[in-house]
């Protein structure tokens, strides 16, 4: 069209009186046609299916917490590398993913059940940036980790509230906490409470990570954003009673909630309370030590939710089932013991 266009201002003059009937045909043509392609420009565009959806796969390493996000590009980002003993779980997912570089990987805190699998991934994989909590946390465990991020010469961040990392467009990773100044009255652990809370969101998606973060971190959280909201909420330190209050719960009204735990753990995890206060405002609950791997998808229209495998066990039924969990007993004993 732009070259018929060009053929009638080159010389409009040397042609017969039949080629100039021809090309007014033409010009009318092209006219209607440019129109045509101008009104389309300009109409809305129907919002396109992408050809790969945002995956949102929520591993099952057992009592610990690994998640791994591939954006429709490509783009893979690590939020946490589960249990030591997890760490073959984690690689597996990742090749399984076809991922070859992480773009960014999370440690949310640094407990064992969270950076245990960490060196092995940072030592198979290239990583492009860390993003860390900041928490000093004297384990070999955490000394071997950031002795690998220097080895290998990766990127190494602290987590601050404000910072943003967009995967593609309309895709991005938020970072809500840890505050300033950090929580040192914490109702079960500091190092938990200042954990990397993160919100995933693509258009009017919203996924909530809490890491295994506390009440006081969810009370800094609803002062600080109070127009927070979620889709998902991936429940806090593995559906512990610390964690996922009522007053938090019914500000996010999530749909759907998910726990992160490992079947037979020792700490009681998901508590009973903390499953009825759930199940008071979230109407679907997904487990891992119950269906395995939990993947979410997520399109521009909807998300939906796939499971590893089927239960048939009552997901509202926790582990600790009003009894005082072992976690609880092991820090009651010894203070009995110095009395
Ligand atoms: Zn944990
Ligand atoms: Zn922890």
Known sequence: MLSGRGSLNDAPDMHSPGQRHLLAFIAIGAVLAGALL?????????IPLRRHPLEIHVLDVGQGDSLLIISPMGKAVLIDAGPPEAAD?????????KVHELNLVVATHPHADHI???????????????????QVHPT???ARMLETIRERGIAFLIAEPGQEFELEEGITLRVLAPMKPRIVR???????ANSIVLLLTDGSFSLLLTGDSERETEKRLLRTYPSLSA???????HGSRYATSRPFLERLRPEVAIISCGAGN???????ETLDRLRAVVPTLYRTDLHGEITISVDRRSYWIETEYPTSADV??????????????????PERAFR
């Not at 101008?38 to 129907?46: D, F, G, Q, S």
């Not at 914490?186 to 938990?192: E, K, P, V």
């Open 140 to 142: 070999r465990t955490v």
């Open 186 to 192: 914490a109702g079960r652990d500091r190092l938990n």
């Open 316 to 333: 509202w039924v926790g582990r600790s089932s009003g009894h005082r969990s072992v976690e609880d007993r092991a820090t009651e004993v």
């Open 89 to 97: 779980t984690v690689l597996a997912a990742l090749r399984r993913e």
């Open 266 to 272: 020792p700490y009681g995890h998901p508590a009973q």
């Open 231 to 237: 889709n998902i909420l991936k429940v806090a330190h």
């Open 38 to 46: 101008y009104a389309l420009w300009r109409a809305p565009e129907p």
């Open 116 to 134: 245990g699998g960490m060196v092995d991934v940072l030592e198979t994989f290239p990583v492009k940036l860390f993003l860390d909590s900041g």
